[in-house]
């Protein structure tokens, strides 16, 4: 059976972390849950820890970047060959794990199954729907992504991802900083590894308030816009099953 | 250029060339961050003492004033330079990022096998420690048996060979605080 560890990056989610790794061991118990707790001030990881999940607390604020790299140093540590990615605040339903899990026992090797709230999909109702800025940039993204890996990008966004062995060895050893969810798809297309998306439903948040504040917006469409532009330009060497990743960690002085 | 200004130029720059030697010598900079200061302040007091290359430098860009000149080529070096730091100081972000990650892994671990009465070498086992032992015992161990008192197992929490993976994991219930594999450590 393989090792299969949910990544639950948190900050501050101290509202929602609880309900969140409960639902993770009740609807999916075949994952370890991972809180990573990136620096949180209120109690997040005591919360955490007390609903039965491993806890990983950063020093401090990493950013999300790094909190869920963090999460897959833990996965290439404990030799896990599955790693799904699962935001602290509630909004990913645990039994919509299985349906990236399916999607990636039907296509083997694929390296990265995203969940999507924006495909076309009947059996949802309750689909997740977010403000109209947000679903513009969203598309605006997409859209960009979409021509720069010449493969359908519906929701870059997304922070309910499910990774295998190869993509969890170079996550793990370099992952964007400040954006990470869309430029790891370029970095993900970079390095040759694949990825497909599958629709899911997204509730609204359950806590906290959401990383990306309105006014940052605009700033967050330059900065990402400017990092994919950048990224593309970027060398990466190919990663093949089983080689180790593009080492970004252990540059020295 | 002015004699006034020549003079003051030379002081200046002379100033801040011996200052950065002074900063190194006293280990308060370090050579390699020194290195652009140094050659910055050199070229500077160079230009503001022969001011005949100044002035030949001057003319061959088209510049009318020496003064000009001299600023341009100080502007010059100082973007250098912020440009250098901000280098640094994104290698340092980098760096500082990966010694927090390292750090809650290793925090993790310890936790961990503080709180594993079956790993962590100490007097008696607790009470809960014979149901819990067989897990750790299956338990893929790479370096060592704790229990012959070999080098502790680097791996021992994430035992996969034996039993449900899950089963040696540290779970709530059978979590220690981490006040007791402090206590049992004599140090």
Not at chain 1, 222 to 231: C, H, Q
Not at chain 2, 27 to 42: G, I, P
Request: hydrophobic letters at 40%; aromatic letters at 6%.
């Amino acid at each position: 059976m393989p090792r299969q560890l949910a990544i639950v990056p948190a900050y501050n989610e101290a509202d929602a972390i609880v309900a969140t790794v409960d639902d993770l061991r009740a609807n999916a118990p075949e994952f370890d849950v991972l809180v990573v707790d990136d620096g949180s001030t209120d109690d997040t990881a005591d919360r955490a820890r007390d609903a039965g999940a491993d806890v990983l607390q950063l020093p401090f604020n990493l950013g999300i970047g790094g909190a869920v790299q963090a999460g897959y140093m833990y996965a290439l540590d404990g030799d896990y060959d599955i790693a799904v990615q699962v935001d602290g605040d509630g909004q990913h339903a645990a039994e919509e794990i299985h349906a990236l899990q399916a999607h990636a026992d039907r296509n083997p090797g694929t390296n990265m199954v995203t969940g999507s709230r924006f495909m076309p999909c009947d059996e949802t109702t309750d689909r997740f729907q977010s403000s109209r800025a947000r679903r513009l940039g969203i598309r605006y993204f997409g859209r960009m992504l979409s021509t720069m890996t010449r493969q359908p990008v519906t929701d870059p966004t997304s922070g309910f991802r499910l990774c295998d062995r190869t993509a969890i060895e170079l996550f793990a050893r370099d992952y964007p900083h400040d954006y990470p969810e869309v430029e790891a798809i370029l970095m993900l297309h970079a390095h040759r590894l694949t990825r497909d998306e599958v629709p899911v439903a997204m509730r609204e948040r359950q806590g906290g308030a959401s990383s990306i504040r309105p006014w940052h917006a605009a700033l967050y469409m330059i900065k990402v816009t400017l990092a994919l532009g950048i990224g593309l330009l970027r060398e990466r060497p190919t990663v093949e099953p089983g080689d180790p990743a593009a080492v970004s960690a252990d540059r020295g002085i | 250029m002015s004699t006034q200004l020549r003079i003051i130029a030379i002081i200046v720059s002379l100033g801040l060339f011996l200052s950065v030697i002074e900063l190194v010598r006293r280990r308060r900079l370090m050579e390699r961050y020194a290195l652009l200061w140094l050659t910055a302040t050199v070229a500077l007091t160079g230009l503001s003492i022969w001011s005949g290359l100044l002035d030949r430098i001057s003319s061959a860009i088209g510049v009318r004033y020496g003064t000009s000149t001299l600023f341009a080529v100080a502007f010059g070096f100082l973007t250098l330079m912020v440009l250098h730091f901000t280098l640094v100081i994104s290698r340092l972000v980098e760096q500082n990022k990966i010694l927090a990650q390292k750090m809650a892994l290793l925090q993790g671990r310890l936790d961990r096998l503080e709180s594993d009465p079956a790993v962590a070498p100490g007097p008696e086992p607790r009470a809960d420690s014979p149901e819990r032992a067989p897990p750790a015992a299956t338990g893929r161990l790479r370096s060592g048996d704790p229990r012959t008192g070999d080098a502790p197992p680097r791996d021992a929490e994430q035992p996969s060979g034996g039993g449900p993976p899950t089963t040696a994991r540290s779970r709530p219930t059978d979590r220690e605080p981490v006040a007791v594999g402090c206590d049992r450590d004599d140090r």
